[in-house]
């Protein structure tokens, strides 16, 4: 099988989850994982498996205006929380705005504070929505990676991604799996 992971990450912690997730689909599998600035047409193309993933802000998937927020709070706190090295490029809304109809297996997460979704909000649902409406089969509900207030990744969550990354290669279609 040959998958794809595409994330946005401002502090680094949805770039962590991403790099958990493809070690649980790995066995056995090609695994490409790349900011979402870096998600060509030529690297979906003939992929089995695409998940994406972003931060959620503001309850919902980032914006240009709360992407700029986040850059602008770490450089007021002396560069604390670290940005990621591609905080500054686009997000996953501006790349689902330049995507075209698409067809094969998907799957969608995000990383959020700890708490109800209801008043956490989520962005997985979100991309989930938009992975749907380009033409892609989500194969799993959307998936929640939690964080602290002080922005760093709950403990477990980066095993518990690497579950999930293993869960998900498992549903691809046998159809789909490469000899």
Partial sequence: MRALIIYESMYGN????AGAIARGLEPGNEVTVVPV?????????GADLVVAGGPTHAHGMSR???????VDQARKHDGQPALDGDAEGPGLRDW???????????????TRLAGPAM?????AKGIAKLLE???????????????TTDNKLRPGEDDRAQQWGQALAAKVPVTQVRP
Avoid: C, N, Q, W
Wanted: aromatic share 10%.
């Fill in 133 to 147: 409406r380009h033409g892609f089969t989500l194969i799993a509900e959307a998936e929640s990676f939690l964080v």
């Fill in 119 to 123: 008043f956490t909000g989520s962005a």
């Fill in 14 to 17: 949805t770039h962590a989850i």
């Fill in 96 to 110: 689902f705005g330049s995507l075209g109809r698409m067809k094969g297996t998907a799957a969608a997460f995000d």
């Fill in 37 to 45: 600035a870096e998600a060509t047409p030529e690297l979906l193309d």
């Fill in 64 to 70: 240009p205006s709360t992407r700029k927020s986040a």
